[in-house]
């Protein structure tokens, strides 16, 4: 189906019409095991873990809305993570975004770190200090572009070539910011896209999920044994659930842009508002890589507001906006990232990455944004 255009492919890949019945809707598989045809065979399936027919479905969308060898589907986002860094072996080097998710660096370093790996965070904003952190153990760079909250944007071809012209360095991007709609790290040179697809692939905030796309076979067996062995697979319920939010992906991610870019272009003027970061602002330092690299500029922009006590007074005062964590839903959220999604870093962890007090991470909905805007303006009114 490579062939068709986009919009296309999110409705019709791994969505055929069931053989069986005819269903125009993938069928939920609620089945733990299958029954075999023989000693040693099967008609494709023996047991959920290894394999489901509704997680095969998604898992074939999502190899191609990114144009990858094979998709794989985990419970959750973090799940997703562990799978890719189970790749890794005792004395391996890995290098990651130094302002990536605050979950991602709990993982790394609270349970990758105790497993024997080194995990060095860089500035992969900055490609010169990609290279110079490289080592001849350096087996993988985890990218986070744009990165949350600050929305921080890594140059993806030239930190794919640089890794590839070193030889057994693989580059892993996250692109659950940006979806698959509005950048193919794929195409970019990268070996592997993660996803949490709790965000803009589900679209609706009613389930957890997590993705990998390899473009290997080898990446593909790889990832299939982690299933087997780990079993932190997705449900075939989830799975349904995010095949059902993919369809509508092109549409919902068009309007969460035009919100996103209306949004940011009110708030730059507000004096309240100290600092923004959206990459789809001209002012924003990184605008130029943005849109050669990017298919658009998403919904997704932090700000400082100053300090903790005026970010509550803020919170406190919406009334469309959510006080909510989590992001890439039909509704709009706001949430304080020192005490949501980098909670789990120190303070001094949190001032080298550059994350303040005072600031305030949006996920722009699908809602009218003249709705929004007058909800910002009143909450921006009370301090």
Known sequence: MSEYKYATLAVHAGQHPDPLTGSVNVPLYLSSTFELTGIGTDRGWDYSRAGNPTRDRLEFALAKLEGGHSGHAFTSGMAAISALV????????????????????RLFNQIVSGYGIEVEYVDTSDTASVEKAIKPNTKMIHVETPSNPRMVLSDIAAIAK??????????????????????????????????STTKYLNGHSDGIGGALIGSTEEHKQRFLLVQKAAGGILSPFECFLVLRGIKTMPLRIRQHEENGRAVAEYLSQHKKVLKINYPGLKSHPQYELAARQ?????????MDLGSQENCAKFLAALKIFLNAESLGGVESLASHSATTTHASVSAEERAQMGITEGMIRLSVGIEDKEDLIADLDQALAAF
């Open 86 to 105: 189970a790749m890794l072996k005792a004395g391996d080097h890995l290098i990651c975004s130094k302002d990536v998710y605050g979950g991602t660096a």
């Open 162 to 195: 640089l890794a590839h012209a070193r030889g057994g360095i693989e580059v892993s991007v996250d692109n659950t910011f940006m979806s698959p709609c509005l950048q193919s790290p794929l195409a970019l040179g990268a070996d592997i896209v993660m996803h």
């Open 294 to 302: 990017q298919k658009g500029f998403g919904s997704m922009l932090s």
